[in-house]
């Protein structure tokens, strides 16, 4: 804390699970720090519940067009941030759940790839401050995310069959939650900022005025980092999990 400013948050993830509802969710929130944590030697991996198969004005589109097209815009913009990879979990668009089912495919992810931090949606978020309604898709990967990490992956008897074939109980130890009305972190994000605009540009089947949307962006970008003392950051609520005790007391 710096008189009455927070310190930038700079506790960084070896491996960290972004989780999202739709294409573009990772790059429109958490990318420029995705991004700066690979850069400083984090690996990452992303989640997508949907592939975006109802992201149209256009009723006439076929859904499964769209979805090819947009699982292949996220895979570019993945290759911009710098992710290991992707995985489409091809639940519908607009009809997200969360159910056991969702839960489950989550809970594989996580054991497989063992990250020490998850980044996903805040699940009590329905009207975000300053006006504008949670998407229902984006609600309902956010809170299939917390309950995937919280019990399920770290219980061997949540899905014991994942056990049993030799995928063991992961402990998350983080979870950063963005778009919340609540957030309690900035994250230094001035170097990266151009790497999240890059990898919104190959949305081009979701931005229609992407200088308009990259101006906005930008600025919500420098709000963030007033208020840490940087030109950009960006905001979450983080809960902690599993505290080492010999790490700086963050929240």
Known sequence: MTGDRPAAHTWRPDRFMVIVGHPDDADFGPAATAAA???AGSKGWLVCCTSG???SEDPNLDPLDLARAREEEQRRAADVVGYAGVTFLHQPDGALANNLALREMLVKEIRTFKPDAVLCGD?????HNGGGINHTDHRAAAMAAVDAVYPAARNPMA??????GGLAIHKVRRLYLMWSNQPDAWIDVSATVDRKIDALRAHASQIHDPEGVFTRIRGRLAEGGGQIGSAA???YRVVVLEQDPT???QP
Not at 159 to 164: G, M, Q, S
């Open 247 to 249: 790490e700086e007391a």
């Open 53 to 55: 198969d109802a992201g």
């Open 123 to 127: 699940p009590e978020v329905v009207i």
């Open 37 to 39: 944590w690979i850069d």
């Open 159 to 164: 899905f014991p069959w994942l056990a049993r």
């Open 233 to 235: 950051a960006e905001a």
